[in-house]
């Protein structure tokens, strides 16, 4: 239950903390990363993998092959958070 609140709560803090960078991903600025593994369900940035079209179209939370722009640094200490996809 514990490690479940502990995953609740940092994709909750991605995704806030992505959406506040975002506009700077689409400008080209390296102040942002592609992270795997931690976007809610319909809430990643881009395709995710076979079947979905972009943005929104992950079927379950912490998908593998969906990401979302996190702030560069900050994947790797992200419950489940890659910088590649996971199968």
């Known amino acids: ?3 479940k609140i502990i995953l609740n ?3 909750a ?6 959406a506040i960078n975002v506009p700077d991903a689409e400008a080209g600025s390296k102040k942002v990363e592609k992270c795997y ?4 369900a319909g809430q990643n940035d ?4 076979p079947g979905t079209s972009c943005a929104g179209s992950s079927t379950k939370d912490a ?3 969906a990401w979302m ?3 560069t640094g ?9 910088l590649k996809p996971k199968k």
Not at 37 to 40: E, L
Not at 74 to 82: F, R
């Open 69 to 71: 722009y996190v702030p």
């Open 63 to 65: 998908q593998g092959d």
């Open 74 to 82: 900050t994947c790797d200490k992200l419950v489940g958070g890659s």
């Open 9 to 11: 709560t940092a994709i």
């Open 1 to 3: 239950m514990n490690n």
């Open 37 to 40: 593994g931690v976007a809610k």
């Open 46 to 49: 881009c395709k995710a993998g």
């Open 13 to 18: 803090t991605a995704i806030t903390l992505a």
